[in-house]
C-alpha cells in the first residue's frame, strides 16, 4: 500500500498537468529560443520577437526560465520583475497591451541573489509558470530557456507539446558542433525545428557602412543546409543592439534602425 503523502503527490500532480493542458490549448504557438552556448544572443532575440510580434498586434507571453541568469528584465526595463502571486495564479506583469511576461526573477528576493536549484526544483517551477500562470488566450508564447540540453529546455520540450525550437548561433566554426547537439537534442524528443538564426554576423561600420566578418559569417547557414534545417537569417553585430538591451528598450521598437530592418525580415518568416 502507498502512504497517503505519495497519493497527495501524485494527485496534485495530475491536478497540475491538467491545468498545463488547459493553459496551453489556449496558446496558438508555441516557440522556445535554444542555443548551444550562453553570449549568443539568444536572450536578446527572445525578447525582441516576442516585442515585435506584440507590436505587429498579436497577442504574446514572454516566459523567461533561463533560471540562473535572467536577462529578460533587463532587457525589457523591469525591475525586480514583481509577480503578483494570487491565490490560484500568478499574474504575468503587462509589459504591453498585447505582451505579458514571467520571469523567475520575480521569485528572488533581490536580483543579484543565485539560484541554487536542483534538478527536481527547477522542473517544478517551470511546470508551476505553465499551470498556475494567468497567461489567457494567446497567439504566440516565447520561452527563453538556458543554453545547452539541461532540465530547463528538457522540461520545455517535454511539458510544452507541439513547442518549435528556435536555435541561435553565432558564426563562429566552434559553435556550430553546440548547434549540432542543439539539432540532436530537438530530433530526439521530436521538437520541430523552426530554423536556425546567426547572430553577431558581421560587423557594419556605422561610420562608411563596410561589413566586417569579426566572426566570419555564413558558417550557420551551411551548416542549416547541412543538417536539413531552415535559414532564417543573420543579424549583424551593432553596439545599439547591446546598448538598447542595457537600457532596457528592445531594439526592435527603434523601427528605423538597419538591425531593426533585418530582424523584422527575419521574424516575418517565423510568422
Ligand atoms: P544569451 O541569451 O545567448 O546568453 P544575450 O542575449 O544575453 O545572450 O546577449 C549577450 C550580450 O550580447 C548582451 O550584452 C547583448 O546585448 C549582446 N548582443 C546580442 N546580440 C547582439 C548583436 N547582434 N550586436 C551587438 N550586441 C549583441
Not at 494527485?11 to 496558438?28: A, C, F, M
Amino acid at each position: 500500500m502507498e502512504c497517503s503523502g505519495n497519493q497527495n503527490k501524485d494527485e496534485i500532480r495530475v491536478q497540475q498537468n491538467k491545468k498545463i493542458i488547459e493553459n496551453l490549448s489556449r496558446i496558438k504557438r508555441k516557440i522556445a529560443v535554444l542555443s548551444g552556448k550562453g553570449g549568443v544572443g539568444k536572450s536578446t532575440i527572445a525578447v525582441n520577437l516576442a516585442v515585435y510580434l506584440a507590436e505587429k498586434g498579436f497577442k504574446v507571453g514572454l516566459l523567461d526560465v533561463d533560471l540562473h541568469g535572467p536577462s529578460v528584465p533587463t532587457i525589457l526595463g523591469i525591475k525586480g520583475f514583481p509577480l503578483d502571486m494570487g491565490n490560484n495564479s500568478i499574474m504575468p506583469v503587462n509589459y504591453s497591451e498585447n505582451l505579458k511576461a514571467v520571469s523567475v526573477e520575480g521569485l528572488l528576493k533581490d536580483t543579484d541573489d543565485a539560484l541554487i536549484w536542483r534538478g527536481p526544483m527547477k522542473i517544478g517551477v517551470i511546470r508551476q509558470f505553465i499551470a498556475d500562470v494567468d497567461w489567457g488566450p494567446l497567439d504566440f508564447i516565447i520561452i527563453d530557456s538556458p543554453p545547452g540540453t539541461g532540465d530547463e529546455p528538457l522540461t520545455v520540450a517535454q511539458e510544452i507539446p507541439g513547442a518549435e525550437a528556435l536555435i541561435i548561433t553565432t558564426p563562429q566554426e566552434v559553435s556550430m558542433s553546440d548547434v549540432r547537439k542543439s539539432v540532436n537534442f530537438c530530433k530526439t524528443l521530436d521538437m520541430p525545428i523552426l530554423g536556425l538564426i546567426e547572430n553577431m554576423s558581421g560587423f557594419v561600420c556605422p561610420g562608411c557602412g563596410k561589413k566586417t566578418d569579426i566572426f566570419k559569417s555564413g558558417t550557420g547557414e551551411a551548416a542549416a543546409k547541412k543538417m536539413g534545417i531552415k535559414f532564417l537569417g543573420a543579424l549583424p553585430i551593432e553596439p545599439g543592439i547591446m546598448g538598447s538591451s542595457d537600457k532596457g528598450a528592445p531594439f526592435v521598437k527603434e523601427s528605423a534602425s538597419e538591425s531593426a530592418k533585418i530582424f523584422g525580415s527575419i521574424a516575418d518568416k517565423i510568422l
